[in-house]
């Protein structure tokens, strides 16, 4: 049974307990010694965690250790660059005898996945847009075994089980609200836009069952889930007869919802429902973000600085 959970570990904690290995690899310092880089996590969320000075003799075994395995590890939590990151001082690989349970390890969303599903094709089915209508459940019913336990990101926002499924849900509930208020804005043309803006990470990163991410496919590499997504509505249009022009906004709503050049979008929206889900996107990957921080926070205590967040450090007030 674990004892520590990385949300609760504080600086200076002293454990010895069993974490999953998100990713592994073996490097060389400043000082030309080896040293072991890990991520580890939990079900409460991961943590970088490094061994100094890893001699020779430790290398066969470290060599075994690979992304998804359970590891028994003593170390004790510091503190760099104002983030917990774990000193190791030993490990090694779980074996059935420790008897670990997977679930304590797995991050995943916090509803289920088949509810989630069911959620966005109610929705779906009540579009009155018929080309839309017909393309959601087309893209939904494809690639429904993997949203089933696919990951948003291979980090940061949403990076869990059903992760992207959850994103997707959540957006598409702030979107109902938001079309209540802004009432120049298809309703449909937004939801589509939620549905297939990222659907494309599906094919862009490689996940197991899981959710956990171990890296980037080929295609996802060299193209990435904009051009991906863009490249897929393409192809459907076509095959399914959207007309041209409801075919190059959906792909502009694709192309565009990161907004910014520097984060592969290389127009920014031009128009309203395109300019809606970037933003849709941003309230619900922020809110994440900081949610799963002031998880692992005390109340009464600041937060380990947030990189999505430009680094900022979040308060968990004591009086709420």
């Not at 939590?77 to 030993?90: D, P, S, Y």
């Amino acid at each position: 049974m674990k004892e520590f959970y990385i949300g609760q570990l504080r600086t200076d904690d002293e454990i010895q307990d069993y974490f999953m290995v998100k990713a592994i690899a073996i490097k060389i310092g400043s000082n030309k010694k080896q040293y072991l880089d890990m991520v580890v996590c939990d079900n409460s969320g991961e943590l970088t965690a490094k061994k100094w000075d890893v001699a020779d003799p430790e290398l066969p075994a470290l060599n075994e250790i690979g992304a998804s395995d359970i590891v028994k590890l003593k170390g004790n939590v510091t503190e760099w660059n104002g983030m917990r990151q774990l000193r190791v001082q030993k490990l090694r690989k779980a074996v059935p005898e420790d008897n670990v349970e997977l679930m304590d390890f797995i991050k995943a969303a916090p509803e289920k996945a088949e509810d989630m599903y069911n959620f966005m094709m109610e929705k779906v089915g009540g579009m009155q847009d018929e080309e839309l209508r017909k393309l959601c459940l087309r893209v939904l019913t494809d690639n429904r075994e993997k949203l089933m336990y696919y990951p948003a990101a291979a980090k940061n926002h949403h990076a869990e089980l059903a992760g992207l499924l959850y994103h997707m849900k959540r957006m598409l509930m702030t979107a109902e609200r938001v079309c209540e208020v802004y009432l120049n804005l298809n309703k449909d043309l937004v939801t589509t836009g939620v549905i297939i803006h990222d659907m494309e990470k599906l094919n862009e990163i490689d996940a197991d069952t899981m959710g956990m991410a171990s890296g980037y496919s080929f295609e996802g590499q060299l193209l990435g889930h904009l051009v991906q997504g863009i490249k897929s509505i393409d192809r459907l249009a076509e095959e399914l007869e959207i007309g041209k022009e409801k075919a190059v906004m959906l792909e502009h709503m694709i192309l565009s919802h990161h907004y910014e050049p520097d984060f592969g979008s290389p127009k920014k929206p031009l128009f309203p429902e395109a300019e809606i889900l970037h933003y849709l996107d941003m309230i619900d990957a922020r809110m994440y973000d900081m949610q799963e921080a002031l998880d692992a926070t005390f109340p009464g205590e600041f937060s380990d600085r947030v990189w999505t967040l430009d680094n900022r450090k979040l308060y968990k007030p004591q009086s709420f």
